[in-house]
């Protein structure tokens, strides 16, 4: 069964449903980082983007086309994920990159700074030393009054990640109907396997400790699954 499970998600079939259901939150996560870098771009020089765990980046076609962004990088370990990702900002008015990489070895090589950096469900990914390793990078990597900006599904302060993902494994069961009972044991084992969730107030910290010195946040949803956090140098 575990194999299966395993194969199962790696298909993507659940997470292209979670997609066209927007079970993940990424229309109103988009829509803010459009609307964050409304206006930034325009003194001349545009914006450097670096987008770590891009996928298959139809989510930033939007954002790109509103042309503030004049240089953007996307990264991720998937090549077929990056096929796609081409194909999807081939009329972008950004010069754009895109790298077949971890997003750690990026930020340890990147040779000009950036002035955002965006993660997309990438966070909780990582164990609590690699985030705060991950943050430190970001922030190296940042030009002086750049962000990083996340979106991720996070605990909330002081929530165990066994208590969230018990929480979140009981609205998937109960009403997250588009998927088959199935896939729904997909979803919720990958969660269950893959997930290293730290509630916002530790990720909070982990930022501050790494020299961010602003931190805002945001949810995104009413079960307070997901949240936007942003981080300013």
Known sequence: ???????????????????????????????????????????GDGLRLLDLGCNDARDMVRVLSAGDVTAYTGVD???????????????SPAAADLVA???REILAGLREAVDVIWMGLLLHHFP???????????????????????HDPMPGDGESA?????????????????????????????WS???????????ERLAREAGFSKVVRRRLDPDGFYALLRFAV
């Open 128 to 150: 609590r030393e690699e985030k705060a390793r991950l943050f430190a990078m970001a922030k190296n990597a940042l030009r002086p009054g750049g962000e990083l900006l996340t």
């Open 162 to 190: 066994e208590a969230f993902l018990a929480r979140y494994n009981r609205v998937i069961e109960a009403g997250w109907t588009e998927l088959t009972p199935e896939e729904r044991r997909v979803l919720v084992a990958h």
């Open 1 to 43: 069964m575990e194999g299966a499970v395993s194969t199962a998600f790696d298909r993507r079939e659940v997470f292209t449903k979670l997609r066209a259901h927007d079970r993940m939150c990424h229309v109103a996560a988009y829509a803010w980082l459009e609307g964050f870098l409304a206006g930034r771009g325009q003194n």
């Open 101 to 103: 990489a971890d997003g």
């Open 77 to 91: 370990t998937d090549t077929d994920c990056l096929a796609a990702a081409w194909k999807n900002l081939a009329d």
């Open 193 to 203: 396997r893959h997930g290293r969730h730290d509630s916002i107030d530790v990720v």
